[in-house]
């Protein structure tokens, strides 16, 4: 075990905490304090990633660790997967820090003092790390939680002026109180088990104990973590409205890692507290049901963010729906791990699509918060019946947000394809051994068309329409270099996460290679992993008799769409077609203006009408 690994989990942790009591000092200085708090957490972020990829590259993980504090014993494991969420949150909290420093200069914001906000900042990342670090369900596990809690509800409450935020924040504190309270009791209910005890030990408690108790206790943990993650029917108490009022970078934290944590405890449960002597035909019980959560909880969520005209909301019943894909995937997988052999490479396949999943939904999600935080910026507004036209007046920010909302429709070619692929594949490749699960893939594809056209209404009804131009009095222009250096960065890795998934596939290969468990007893094998190859072109899963019944190969997709682009293009050229330019037609009307414009309201009505069943409706929708 690198030495190096918990001395600069620990610097960076001081860092942060030290971040929260210097940066307060100077906030009357709002850009000088901005810039603290971004080096301050890229510099911890560095030490994290070091951590995380000494872990992921050396052969000593996983590391354990138990930290002395106060009297209290807490144990610390780092392997690769808590790695994996090290560099994540790193990753996000800096860009993010970095797009802090233009928009807390938003002139809605500047009767307000800085000083709870940079506080609060890099405390809320470092109960983000310290909970997928630590080892119990208890001590370590609820000053983590308090930590992340506490801090993210004064960041979501910021602007405390308007007693809806209020209220809202009010709600999420008490959600995830609530949440933190069903799995402490949890952990503390095992026999045998106190403050302190670490997860493997609870784990071979739990294999003592009769059916019905640990169901319960299992149901208790899961429920938290869901809770926390957004899962149906718990996500529509807190999440749209904690997302939707939040500061947009803050939104973009909220949605981009800290639903995370709530997956990376979901995952925990059920795949290193579930005990080894559990009985199989148990095991699988807990996987359907998991699935049938995460396939309600990814139709509904999608169907309500569908009818949301309130961008931020609807972003945020969106990442409903995606955090539905990921526990889908993880409650096929751990079905798939039971007696038939035959699934355990579809059960490999279904957690590579969880594990991309959360990648890519961390990348284009934040992203896409930190567009709407953009466009509310420049416009003042985030209703989309009150935008439109924002291309020609925004075109980086249009052209960002493009690649977002691609990403998170699932196109070919882009991030969420691959990801949405493989969890998808994983269903529908179960047949028979599995029916069940091909009636939840045909659901997941069904949705991800619903997805796409949330987001052709998103981004026409902000960049493509008309309708800024009437509503907003006030010079529309686009944002800073500062503001639109984050939005780059998220954007580039966005494209790399989807034009070369396999450096992602590799990277999920270290995972297994540095963790312990089922997921690396089971699918760890050379058998199991020879079924998954991949190389520059894209990602392939191959059958037991080694033909390639599913694949994701990107660039060939984009070279087809290129070559197909230049005929078209030498088509045109070869006819002689003339251009003309006529006045639109405007059905009537004799000028188009605000009374008589498509609203985003109108758009799919009939739709929303047909789906007014599941909830989250706006306006008669």
């Known amino acids: 075990m690198d030495t190096t690994i918990y001395p600069h989990l620990q610097t960076g ?69 808590s790695a994996v969420f090290l560099l994540l949150i790193a990753v996000i909290a800096s860009v993010v820090a970095l797009y802090c420093i233009g928009y807390m200069q938003m002139d809605h914001y500047r009767h307000y003092s800085l000083r709870g906000f940079y506080f609060c900042y890099p405390v809320f990342i470092a109960g983000m790390i310290a909970l997928v670090t630590v080892d119990d369900l208890s001590t370590g596990f609820t000053i983590a939680w308090q930590l992340m809690t506490l801090t993210s509800f004064w960041l979501i409450r910021f602007d405390h002026h308007d007693p809806v935020i209020v209220r809202s924040a009010n709600k999420y504190l008490l959600l995830m109180q609530l949440a933190w309270a069903t799995v402490l009791t949890a952990g503390l209910l095992v026999p045998g088990c106190g403050w302190g005890t670490p997860l493997h030990q609870i784990a071979e408690q739990l294999g003592t104990l009769d059916v019905g108790l640990r169901t319960l206790l299992l149901a208790l943990t899961f429920l938290g973590f869901g809770m926390k993650a ?17 500061p947009s970078p803050i939104s973009a934290l909220l949605s981009g890692v800290m639903l995370k944590t709530g997956i990376y405890g979901l995952i925990r449960t059920l795949f290193w507290m579930t005990p080894e002597s559990m009985p199989a035909h148990e095991l699988q019980y807990w996987g359907l049901a998991v699935a049938v959560i995460g396939v309600v909880t990814l139709f509904i969520g999608t169907s309500q963010s569908l009818k949301q005209v309130d961008a931020k909301r609807l972003n945020a019943y969106s990442s409903i729906g995606q955090i539905g894909y990921i526990i889908l995937a993880i409650g096929a997988a751990r079905y ?13 396949l279904a957690i590579l699509g969880a594990f991309l999943h959360v990648l890519n939904h961390a990348i284009f999600k934040s992203l896409l918060f930190l567009c709407v935080g953009s466009v509310q910026y420049t416009t003042g507004t985030k209703d989309l019946d009150k935008l439109g036209g924002l291309f020609a007046l925004m075109p980086i920010t249009a052209i960002i947000a493009g690649i977002a909302a691609i990403a998170v429709s699932g196109v070919p070619a882009f991030s969420g394809f691959t990801s949405k692929w493989a969890i998808v594949a994983a269903t529908l490749l179960s047949g028979k051994a599995a029916g069940i699960f091909v009636i939840f893939g045909v659901i997941a594809l069904v949705t991800s068309a619903m997805t796409l056209a949330t987001y052709v209404k998103l981004y026409g009804m902000t960049f ?17 270099q500062l503001m639109l250096a984050p939005k780059l960065i998220l954007a580039a890795v966005c494209l790399v996460q989807g034009f070369f998934p396999y450096l992602f596939v590799q990277l999920f290969g270290r995972v297994l290679a540095t963790s312990e468990g089922v997921l690396t007893h089971t699918l760890g094998t050379p058998a199991v992993l020879a079924s998954l190859s991949q190389h520059y072109a894209g990602v392939s899963f191959a059958a037991t008799n080694g033909s390639a019944v599913a694949f994701s190969l990107p660039l060939v997709m984009i070279a087809m769409l290129v070559v197909a682009l230049l005929a078209a293009l030498w088509l045109r050229r070869a006819g002689g077609a003339e251009e003309r330019t006529a006045p639109v037609w405007l059905c ?23 789906m007014k069943w599941t909830g989250g409706n706006v306006r008669g929708a």
Do not use: C
């Open 464 to 480: 493509t329409s008309v309708g800024v131009e009437w509503n907003e009095k006030t010079k529309v222009h686009e944002v800073s």
């Open 336 to 348: 798939y791990l039971g007696p038939n052999a035959a699934l355990h490479a579809l059960a490999l």
């Open 588 to 610: 009537g009307y004799q000028t188009l203006n605000n009374a008589n414009r498509y609203l985003s309201s109108h758009i799919f009505d009939a739709f929303k009408k047909f």
């Open 13 to 81: 942790l001081a860092i942060l905490l030290g971040a929260g009591l210097i940066t307060p000092l100077i906030a009357s200085k709002r850009q000088l304090a901005g810039i603290v708090n971004l080096l301050a957490v890229v510099l911890a972020g560095l030490f994290f990633a070091s951590s995380a990829i000494n872990v992921l590259s050396g052969p000593g993980a996983p590391a354990s660790f138990d930290l002395q504090l106060a009297g209290l014993t807490i144990p610390l494991l780092v392997d690769g997967f």
């Open 230 to 246: 957004g899962m149906f029917p718990l996500g529509q108490l807190w999440l749209p409205d904690a997302h939707s009022v939040a």
